[in-house]
C-alpha cells in the first residue's frame, strides 16, 4: 500500500485559504479528446472493493489503449492524500472527503458523479448496547475518520437534531481501529460506510441506529482527477471513465455474480458482499447543477462545522466536459 509522509497530511488537512479555493480554468478542457499517447500511464487510486473490483468483475479491463496503474488505500483519507501528492491520477470516494481535500487545496477537479441513496453509510452499536436511537449518543464518542462521509453523516445528524459542535464527540480512527475500539467499548459507536456497516450487521452482530438515507445525505460519490492528468491525460482519462460507468451500470443489473466476484476479491463472504450491494450501488450521473448544488450544500455545512476555513464555491470544482464519455 502506498504511504503518504506526514508532511503531505498536514498539507493537505489544514485549511485551506480562499486563493487556493479559485481553481482557474483548465487549458483545453471543452475540446475534443485527442488520440492516447503512446506509452500512457493512468494511476488509479482506490479503495477496498471499489472501481478495479466492479470493473474486474464487468471485464471491462481488455485491450486497453494505455497503462492501467491501480494503487489500493485504506480509507478515503490517504487516497486523497495521494492524489494530493501527485502519487495518482483519480481517485475514487464518497463526496464528504473530497470536499474536505478540495477545500484544502488540492489541485485537482470532479470529473464524474455517481449517486446512491446515501443508506451505505449508518452509525452502528454493539448488539448488546443500551443505546437504541440517535439522541441517546449526544456527547458520547463516536469512532469515524475525520473528514470522511461518516463524518458527514454525524453532521448531518447534529444539524437536524439541532446539537451544538460540541455535542459530537468525534474519536478520530480509520476503519480498523474504529472497529477494534467499538469491540473494545472505547467508543459508544461507529459511523461507517458500505463493507464496513455490512460486516459489523453480519459477522460482528452489531445494529444500525441510523443511516444516511432519506435525504440526511446526498449519496454521492465523485471521481476527482489532478489538474495535470485533466490537460496530459485527458483521452486515457475519457475512457476510464467510460469503462468505470458501464461496469457500474453491469453491477447494477448482475448483483449476484458481482457479490461473487467482489467477495473473493477484498476476502468477505458473499452475503456480506450483497447486503453492502443491496443497500447502496451507485449509479453515474451527469454532473449537472443538482449534482454541484448537492456538493455546495455538503461543502457549507463542512464550512458551519469549521472544518474547512473558507467557502469552497463548488462550480470552480468540476469539469463538465467528461458528461460525454459517462453517459
Given at each position: ?17 480562499a ?8 487549458p ?44 489500493q488505500?485504506?480509507?478515503a ?6 492524489l ?56 458520547h ?19 437536524r ?9 468525534l ?12 469491540a473494545?467499548?472505547?467508543v ?135 458528461n460525454?464519455?459517462?453517459?
Open positions: 500500500m502506498m504511504t503518504v509522509s506526514s508532511l503531505v497530511t498536514r498539507r493537505l488537512f489544514l485549511g485551506a485559504s486563493a487556493t479555493l479559485a481553481i482557474g480554468a483548465l483545453g478542457m471543452t475540446r475534443a479528446a485527442t488520440p492516447i499517447s503512446p506509452g500512457t500511464v493512468l494511476r488509479a487510486g482506490d479503495q477496498k472493493g471499489g472501481n478495479e473490483a466492479v470493473m474486474k468483475a464487468a471485464g471491462v479491463l481488455d485491450d486497453l489503449p494505455y497503462k492501467l496503474q491501480w494503487n488505500f485504506a480509507a483519507a490517504p487516497l486523497l492524500e495521494a494530493n501528492a501527485g502519487a495518482v491520477d483519480t481517485a475514487y470516494a464518497s463526496d464528504s472527503p473530497t470536499t474536505f481535500a478540495l477545500a484544502s487545496g488540492v489541485e485537482a477537479r470532479i470529473v464524474a458523479a455517481y449517486r446512491g441513496s446515501g443508506a451505505g453509510t449508518a452509525i452502528v452499536v454493539p448488539a448488546n448496547s443500551p443505546i437504541h436511537e440517535i439522541g441517546q449518543l449526544k456527547g464518542p463516536i469512532a469515524t475518520n475525520r473528514g470522511s462521509v461518516g463524518h458527514a453523516l454525524l453532521l448531518a445528524i447534529a444539524e437534531e439541532g446539537w451544538s459542535a460540541d455535542d459530537i464527540r474519536a478520530n480512527l480509520l476503519p480498523s481501529d474504529a472497529k477494534a475500539a467499538l473494545a467499548g472505547s459508544e459507536a461507529w459511523s461507517t460506510w458500505n463493507v464496513y456497516v455490512a460486516q459489523a450487521q453480519l459477522v460482528d452482530g452489531a445494529r444500525v441506529i441510523i443511516d444516511g438515507g432519506n435525504g440526511l445525505l446526498s449519496g454521492l460519490s465523485f471521481v476527482t482527477a489532478t489538474t495535470t492528468a485533466i490537460t496530459e491525460k485527458r483521452a486515457a482519462l475519457a475512457d476510464f471513465l467510460g469503462r468505470l460507468a458501464r461496469a457500474r451500470r453491469w453491477a447494477l443489473q448482475n448483483t449476484d455474480a458481482y457479490a461473487r466476484v467482489l467477495a473473493a476479491e477484498i476476502g468477505v463472504s458473499e452475503a456480506v458482499a450483497k447486503r453492502w450491494l443491496e443497500t447502496d450501488s451507485p449509479r453515474a450521473v451527469a454532473i449537472d447543477d443538482q449534482v454541484i448544488a448537492d456538493e455546495q450544500r455538503t461543502a457549507d455545512r463542512y464550512q458551519s462545522a469549521r472544518l474547512i476555513r473558507a467557502r469552497l464555491d463548488a462550480t470552480a470544482v468540476f469539469d463538465r466536459s467528461f460525454a464519455a459517462v453517459s
